[in-house]
């Protein structure tokens, strides 16, 4: 695969296939950031493609001094945000229940050995479920995407100081509701 | 500090524990909310000598304590692969899919605008909008209570009707294109874009280049510098087919409005013009 920068040149220009490049690239992250802020799997589909359309709207407004992930971010979270106001005007027919987050689509068949790995995995995304929307976000932006202190401070338009303390305060919090979920997960693996 | 650990030496079993409870809820209370402030911050960046000492010593006797930090130790892996799920084999085809209508009624817009743009530019009226919308957006600059050059028009209709050169390096220096640029855009609003295409077009194409020339600084003088002289040799034409325009708007517009006054308020019109009125 090419780089980025000329993958994000060809689709300025209009080429298809660059662009159907970049959604294959980017779909499961893009797809990540809508599940955690949705916690429903047929919504955040639905909420992941909005956002691969406004990414194509506006990708004149992407700078090329700008980091693609974070500025990827900031448009996904704006976007959830959008639909979230949308849904709490016009609730779904079905109700969404925070509580009973679905299970997490596994499409390659793992190994036995990555059972443990998938039961945590499942644990944690279950516990993200408990988490404040602050505290969710502040989750998926540093620990989950692995964005920096500052990108955060940007995005969320707050002090780098306050976004290190919600940051401490956010693991904290997580790691206390996988405990309440699972009281084993806090017992030492050798 | 020798040993952190704590070792309950020479005491029966679990009476240290208690009497380390029973003095630290007598005094600075339980040191849990510190331990956990570590162990949120070792996962951004190790801790002092000390202070990783003194958290071990402290989850060896805290179970809550001990959990957290078990799970603060591999949450960081599960979280990572969250990063990334698989949204499915049909997800780039269904979202190549949905960009289609976005896209198609994009390029209808855009076909829409060229062909409404290349009909506005055929209409035998747009050089008489043009003139209008400039004419309207320099009596208003002339005429507004508010506006800077309320005070050049004496002056400057003086000094353009002897070069009309001059007259307009006399208006920019006192910022005319900032004041352009907000009538320009004001008439933009204002008429839902096409009277205000026209101004923007004649601002853009006209006004502005001149404005450009002059406030780069060249000195026009009343015989005119080099630029004047290029700018009337390029421009001349358009200018003085500009202002005949303008001239003849205000004609127009002027006797509009009045016989539009007329036919609004007869009786009004009569008044004036017939006898006066006592008391």
Redesign the interface.
């Known amino acids: 695969m090419s780089d980025l920068a000329s993958i994000l040149d060809r689709c300025r220009q209009g080429d298809e296939l660059a662009w159907e490049a970049l959604v294959r690239q980017y779909q499961s992250r893009v797809y990540a950031v809508a599940l955690q802020y949705v916690r429903d799997s047929d919504e955040a589909l639905d909420l992941a493609q909005d956002i691969f359309v406004r990414v194509y709207k506006r990708l004149e407004t992407f700078q090329g001094h700008e980091t693609f992930l974070p500025w990827l971010l900031r448009l996904s979270r704006n976007a959830a945000i959008d639909h979230l106001r949308r849904r709490k005007a016009r609730p779904p027919r079905r109700d969404i229940q925070v509580e009973d987050d679905p299970p997490l689509a596994d499409t390659k068949p793992l190994p036995d050995a990555d059972w443990e790995s998938r039961g945590r995995r499942q644990l944690v995304h279950d516990a993200l479920g408990k988490l404040t929307s602050t505290n969710r976000e502040m989750i998926l932006l540093k620990e989950i995407q692995g964005l920096n202190l500052k990108e955060i401070a940007e995005i969320l338009g707050i002090p780098v100081g306050t976004v290190k303390s919600r940051a401490n305060r956010a693991r904290l919090e997580l790691a206390q509701a996988i405990l309440s979920l699972d009281p084993s997960a806090g017992v030492s693996t050798p | 500090m020798n040993d952190t650990t704590g070792k309950d030496r020479g005491m029966p079993d679990g009476m240290g524990e208690k009497l380390v409870s029973g003095v630290l809820a007598r005094t600075s209370g339980s040191p849990c909310g510190r331990a ?2 570590l ?3 070792r ?2 960046a190790p801790l002092e000598a000390l202070d990783s000492a003194l958290l071990s010593a402290h989850t060896a006797h805290c179970a809550a304590c ?3 930090a ?20 049909a ?2 085809a ?3 899919r ?2 289609l209508p ?1 896209r198609r009624r994009a390029a209808r817009r855009l076909r829409h605008l060229g062909v409404e743009w290349a009909g506005l530019m055929r209409r035998p009226r747009i050089a008489w909008e043009t003139a209008y919308v400039g004419a309207a957006i320099i009596g208003l600059l002339f005429a507004s209570p508010s506006s800077p050059l309320r005070n050049v028009p004496g002056e400057a209709l003086r000094v353009a009707q002897a070069n009309p050169v001059q007259a307009f390096v006399e208006i920019s220096r006192r910022q005319l294109p900032e004041t352009l640029t907000t009538w320009g855009d004001a008439a933009w609003a204002a008429s839902g874009g096409r009277a205000g295409t026209a101004a923007r077009l004649w601002r853009d194409d006209l006004w502005d280049r001149l404005a450009r020339g002059w406030q780069a600084g060249t000195p026009l003088t009343g015989d005119t510098g080099d630029l004047g002289a290029a700018l009337w040799a390029s421009e001349g034409d358009r200018i003085r087919d500009a202002i005949g325009r303008i001239k003849n708007d205000f004609g127009a517009i002027k006797t509009e409005l009045t016989s539009a006054g007329a036919r609004k308020n007869p009786h009004k019109q009569q008044d004036s013009s017939g006898e006066r009125h006592d008391g």
């Not at chain 2, 078990?70 to 084999?89: F, K, N, R, T």
């Open positions: 956990r402030e162990l949120g911050a996962a951004d001990r959990s957290l078990a799970v603060l130790a591999w949450m960081p892996q599960p979280l990572v692969e969250l990063a990334e799920i698989d949204p499915g084999e997800f780039t269904a979202t190549l949905n960009m976005w």
